[in-house]
């Protein structure tokens, strides 16, 4: 047996999606750090120990533009290069390559943290080590860190250390949230135990073991689906435990999660309603995957309201965007729906002060642990948002690392340098605008071969009838001025399009109507409908067109989506009770589904220009959607002209770095399990093959270049700074989309 002493600025404990962000983040702005998971694979609950299907903003497709950019939008994307079917060893794969990827990161697998040292009143800890014992090599380690952050989920290495934290839920008088029970209480969302089954070829008997229940006893068979073939996460309500302590009866939650496997497998098999003869199990899981244990106090408890209010907090350093969904303490048993859920009306903001413990001086905390309502839990707890949210910490920590500050201090004296530092790094902040003074892009005209002032989407692919509303967002930059449609109609009708704002930027809902038009059509085909919609708004932002339903027409739709256009069919039915999922009545965002158009888009032209897709987009400060696309748009591409992006100073610039994000489509539902599948590889609006040229000498030379690009953000360093005062990013390719696209460019001395 080995004793042994680790000394790094940062100990991340707990190797989950948080702690993995977490350490990348603080890694890359050159802090050394110390990652311990008590597990051989990193990943935590996605790991394929446990088999969770990495969710977030997204909320399945149902937010717009949502997905997670920064370390966790890395790993989406190559996942999703890698691996698109989604078998889960290639995502631990993903992952483990992406820590072993950055220098400063020293990992400690299989080392279970039990011991803290930490001194302090009550009111001011300071953690001074971690202790963990790796397992299979008698390694006894010692971790003395600056700071420290708990990423472990379950919150033992705060609890160890003094740390107030919370167990269960608050009463609904606490903070008045609605979905808050009368009276506090301990209870907590249960564990879940999956598995998957294959088609073995021939016939296979299933033998239950003898701890199997008979679910024919039970409401299970009525009460959730079962399907012969499905797998792994499909099953997450096979949940047990609401009522017991996660942690504590641990053992106890796996006895019972696994008889209740092994007797839905029963049912499959034996009781001849299912098809599934040839039918073997495959893998079951042995660690039950935990929902939810002890949430720090902060010095902020981030509650219900704040989530539905989107609350814009001074600093945020992450969204999220799934519902608000909890489920019934009896999980598998209950007779209610398996969850319930609840959505603002676009994504929500997280605040830095729920991220760091209100009396542990030195300690942050990332993932289901952060400083949340059991309520709010209930949305900040999906992986992608705690790994948007780990990012967000461990950024924090490298700098309170740096300064020697608390989180606390940096708070207060350093978070536009936090900000600024996350968005640097493309991390997942909405609304924020990037103003880096060190970056000399900002300082550049900007001007490009071509930009897509014209806005057409004109080639259709089918059409659908207009059983039901439409909606479309387009982009309004500065002004609307009529809008043409693409429709068939059987007989002479009248085509009525309403025009909406959507309230926040941020939000891609009906608003308040601001006016309504029509036109009177005649029976045919292929016709372009034209609608005297106007409106210019004080800053440029979105309309929500609705396009009104009509029996006797038809809309064309173009399987060539464009950005900055998305489209929605409105739903008649908006709140919905079946077994595994409860939705609330009244939520627009559900209300107006985008799934069916999300590789699609309506033929729709803009009369007026448009400055939506203009050269100067790429150095606007924004990263993402927000009120508009941000991005540069060229016109279609063609072989006859060449597409750049310029940038020009008044005086010569040394520039050694420059760091170009391309468009991956946020609005693309990636996942990295089986959930669904995105057809393509690669995003196909990223740039694939290109190079930078600056003017050196009255010539333009090379003096950088991409090829086969699949990312979003790309860094180039050159060998030695050069001075120049034109520089431009030339698009060889894209990765299929017919229009060349940059997000943002940054240059740095
Ligand atoms: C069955 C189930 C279904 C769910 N459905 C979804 C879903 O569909 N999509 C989704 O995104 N989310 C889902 N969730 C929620 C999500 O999985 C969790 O909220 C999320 O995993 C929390 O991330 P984390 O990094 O905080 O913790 P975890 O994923 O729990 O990771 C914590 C890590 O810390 C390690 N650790 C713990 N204690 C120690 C210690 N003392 N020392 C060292 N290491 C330690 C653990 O081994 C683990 O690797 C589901 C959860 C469950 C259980």
Same mark, same amino acid.
């Given at each position: 047996?080995?004793?042994?002493?680790?000394?790094?600025?940062?100990?991340?404990?707990? *190797?989950?999606?948080?702690?993995?962000?977490?350490?990348?983040?603080?890694?890359?702005?050159?802090?050394?750090?110390?990652?311990?998971?008590?597990?051989?694979?990193?990943?935590?609950?996605?790991?394929?120990?446990?088999?969770?299907?990495?969710?977030?903003?997204?909320?399945?497709?149902?937010?717009?533009?949502?997905?997670?950019?920064?370390?966790?939008?890395?790993?989406?994307?190559?996942?999703?290069?890698?691996?698109?079917?989604?078998?889960?060893?290639?995502?631990?794969?993903?992952?483990?390559?992406?820590?072993?990827?950055?220098?400063?990161?020293?990992?400690?697998? /299989?080392?279970?943290?039990?011991?803290?040292?930490?001194?302090?009143?009550?009111?001011?800890?300071?953690?001074?080590?971690?202790?963990?014992? @790796?397992?299979?090599?008698?390694?006894?380690? $010692?971790?003395?860190?600056?700071?420290?952050?708990?990423?472990?989920?379950?919150?033992?290495?705060?609890?160890?250390?003094?740390?107030?934290?919370?167990?269960?839920?608050?009463?609904?008088?606490?903070?008045?949230?609605?979905?808050?029970?009368?009276?506090?209480?301990?209870?907590?969302?249960?564990?879940?135990?999956?598995?998957?089954?294959?088609?073995? *070829?021939?016939?296979?008997?299933?033998?239950?073991?003898?701890?199997?229940?008979?679910?024919?006893?039970?409401?299970?068979?009525?009460?959730?689906?079962?399907? +012969?073939?499905?797998?792994?996460?499909?099953?997450?309500?096979?949940?047990?435990?609401?009522?017991?302590?996660?942690?504590?009866?641990?053992?106890?939650?796996?006895?019972?999660?696994? +008889?209740?496997?092994?007797?839905?497998?029963?049912?499959?098999?034996?009781?001849?309603?299912?098809?599934?003869?040839?039918?073997?199990?495959?893998?079951?899981?042995?660690?039950?995957?935990?929902?939810?244990?002890?949430?720090?106090?902060?010095?902020?408890?981030?509650?219900?309201?704040?989530?539905?209010?989107?609350?814009?907090?001074?600093?945020?350093?992450?969204?999220?965007?799934?519902?608000?969904?909890?489920?019934?303490?009896?999980?598998?048993?209950?007779?209610?729906?398996?969850?319930?859920?609840?959505?603002?009306?676009?994504?929500?903001?997280?605040?830095?002060?729920?991220?760091?413990?209100?009396?542990?001086?030195?300690?942050? @905390?990332?993932?289901?642990?952060?400083?949340?309502?059991?309520?709010?839990?209930?949305?900040? $707890?999906? @992986?992608?948002?705690?790994?948007?949210?780990?990012?967000?910490?461990?950024?924090?920590?490298?700098?309170?690392?740096?300064?020697?500050?608390?989180?606390?201090?940096?708070?207060?004296?350093?978070?536009?340098?936090?900000?600024?530092?996350?968005?640097?790094?493309?991390?997942?902040?909405?609304?924020?605008?990037? =103003?880096?003074?060190?970056?000399?892009?900002?300082? #550049?005209? &900007?001007?490009? +071969?071509?930009?897509?002032?014209?806005?057409?989407?004109?080639?259709?692919?089918?059409?659908?009838?207009?059983?039901?509303?439409?909606?479309?967002?387009?982009?309004?930059?500065?002004?609307?001025?009529?809008?043409?449609?693409?429709?068939?109609?059987?007989?002479?009708?009248?085509?009525?399009? %309403?025009?909406?704002?959507?309230? $926040?930027?941020? /939000?891609?809902?009906?608003?308040?109507?601001?006016? %309504?038009?029509? &036109?009177?059509?005649?029976?045919?085909?292929?016709?372009?409908?034209?609608?005297?919609?106007?409106?210019?708004?004080?800053?440029?932002?979105?309309?929500?067109?609705?396009?009104?339903?009509?029996? #006797?027409?038809?809309?064309?739709?173009?399987?060539?989506?464009?950005?900055?256009?998305?489209?929605?069919?409105?739903?008649?039915?908006?709140?919905?009770?079946?077994?595994? %999922?409860?939705?609330?009545?009244?939520?627009?965002?559900?209300?107006?589904?985008?799934?069916?158009?999300?590789?699609?888009?309506?033929?729709?032209?803009?009369?007026?220009?448009?400055?939506?897709?203009?050269?100067?987009?790429?150095?606007?400060?924004?990263?993402?959607?927000?009120?508009?696309?941000?991005?540069?748009?060229?016109?279609?591409?063609?072989?006859?002209?060449?597409?750049?992006?310029?940038?020009?100073?008044?005086?010569?610039?040394?520039?050694? %770095?420059?760091?170009?994000?391309?468009?991956?489509?946020?609005?693309?539902?990636?996942?990295?399990?089986?959930?669904?599948?995105?057809?393509?590889?690669?995003?196909?609006?990223?740039?694939? =093959?290109?190079?930078?040229?600056?003017?050196?000498?009255?010539?333009?030379?090379?003096?950088?270049?991409?090829?086969?690009?699949?990312?979003?953000?790309?860094?180039?360093?050159?060998?030695?700074?050069?001075?120049? =005062?034109?520089?431009?990013?030339?698009?060889?390719?894209?990765?299929?989309?017919?229009?060349?696209?940059?997000?943002?460019?940054?240059?740095?001395?």
């Amino acid at each position: 047996m080995r004793n042994e002493t680790v000394k790094t600025d940062i100990a991340v404990i707990g *190797g989950g999606l948080a702690g993995v962000n977490a350490a990348i983040a603080a890694a890359r702005l050159g802090r050394t750090v110390a990652l311990v998971n008590n597990r051989p694979v990193l990943g935590g609950n996605s790991s394929s120990e446990v088999r969770v299907w990495v969710c977030g903003a997204t909320a399945h497709g149902t937010q717009r533009y949502a997905r997670e950019t920064g370390i966790m939008g890395e790993l989406f994307v190559e996942n999703q290069f890698r691996n698109k079917d989604g078998n889960p060893y290639f995502w631990d794969m993903v992952v483990l390559e992406a820590v072993r990827a950055e220098p400063n990161i020293q990992l400690y697998l /299989n080392t279970d943290v039990h011991e803290v040292e930490a001194d302090g009143e009550a009111h001011d800890r300071t953690i001074r080590a971690a202790i963990g014992w @790796m397992m299979g090599s008698e390694r006894r380690i $010692r971790f003395e860190s600056a700071v420290y952050l708990d990423c472990t989920g379950d919150g033992l290495v705060g609890f160890l250390a003094g740390a107030k934290y919370r167990l269960g839920r608050e009463a609904r008088a606490e903070f008045g949230e609605e979905w808050a029970p009368e009276a506090a209480d301990e209870i907590m969302l249960g564990s879940t135990l999956l598995f998957y089954t294959k088609d073995a *070829g021939h016939p296979v008997k299933y033998t239950p073991p003898r701890m199997a229940i008979d679910v024919t006893k039970t409401t299970i068979p009525e009460r959730r689906i079962i399907r +012969s073939g499905d797998n792994g996460c499909a099953y997450w309500w096979i949940e047990w435990g609401g009522e017991h302590d996660a942690v504590h009866d641990n053992e106890r939650i796996r006895d019972e999660l696994w +008889s209740v496997i092994y007797g839905i497998w029963d049912y499959i098999k034996n009781s001849g309603k299912f098809d599934a003869d040839n039918m073997t199990l495959e893998w079951v899981g042995s660690l039950p995957g935990k929902r939810e244990y002890r949430r720090f106090v902060g010095d902020y408890v981030l509650n219900q309201n704040d989530i539905l209010a989107q609350r814009e907090f001074d600093d945020r350093v992450a969204f999220g965007g799934w519902s608000i969904d909890l489920h019934p303490p009896q999980g598998v048993y209950a007779t209610e729906s398996g969850s319930k859920h609840l959505f603002p009306d676009g994504i929500y903001h997280v605040p830095f002060r729920s991220l760091y413990s209100v009396n542990v001086s030195n300690m942050l @905390m990332a993932g289901r642990d952060i400083s949340a309502s059991h309520v709010a839990f209930g949305t900040t $707890r999906v @992986m992608a948002t705690c790994a948007v949210i780990g990012e967000a910490a461990g950024t924090g920590a490298a700098l309170c690392a740096a300064k020697g500050i608390s989180p606390r201090e940096l708070h207060g004296s350093h978070l536009r340098e936090l900000q600024q530092t996350l968005l640097r790094q493309d991390a997942s902040i909405i609304g924020l605008r990037s =103003d880096d003074e060190t970056d000399l892009a900002r300082g #550049a005209r &900007v001007f490009a +071969s071509s930009e897509r002032s014209r806005f057409g989407i004109e080639q259709p692919a089918y059409a659908i009838p207009l059983h039901a509303d439409i909606g479309i967002t387009v982009p309004v930059d500065p002004a609307l001025d009529g809008i043409e449609l693409l429709v068939d109609a059987d007989a002479q009708t009248t085509l009525v399009v %309403e025009l909406w704002d959507t309230g $926040r930027p941020e /939000n891609y809902v009906p608003h308040a109507k601001l006016a %309504e038009a029509s &036109v009177a059509l005649s029976a045919g085909s292929l016709q372009w409908a034209k609608l005297g919609l106007s409106w210019t708004p004080v800053t440029a932002c979105n309309a929500f067109l609705v396009v009104k339903a009509n029996e #006797a027409l038809a809309l064309h739709i173009s399987d060539r989506p464009s950005s900055g256009v998305l489209a929605y069919r409105r739903s008649e039915q908006t709140g919905t009770s079946r077994p595994n %999922e409860e939705h609330q009545p009244g939520q627009p965002l559900v209300e107006w589904r985008k799934h069916e158009f999300d590789h699609a888009a309506p033929c729709i032209r803009l009369t007026a220009p448009t400055e939506a897709f203009a050269a100067d987009k790429a150095i606007d400060g924004y990263l993402r959607p927000y009120g508009g696309p941000h991005l540069w748009s060229s016109e279609r591409m063609t072989a006859a002209r060449l597409e750049w992006l310029e940038l020009t100073w008044s005086e010569p610039v040394p520039i050694r %770095e420059l760091h170009l994000v391309f468009n991956d489509d946020v609005n693309d539902d990636l996942i990295n399990l089986h959930h669904h599948i995105t057809p393509y590889e690669t995003m196909p609006t990223l740039v694939k =093959d290109y190079r930078v040229e600056a003017r050196e000498g009255g010539a333009w030379a090379t003096i950088a270049e991409g090829r086969g690009n699949y990312k979003r953000k790309n860094v180039l360093r050159l060998d030695a700074p050069i001075q120049t =005062d034109r520089l431009r990013i030339v698009v060889e390719m894209t990765n299929g989309s017919e229009y060349a696209e940059i997000v943002e460019v940054r240059v740095y001395a």
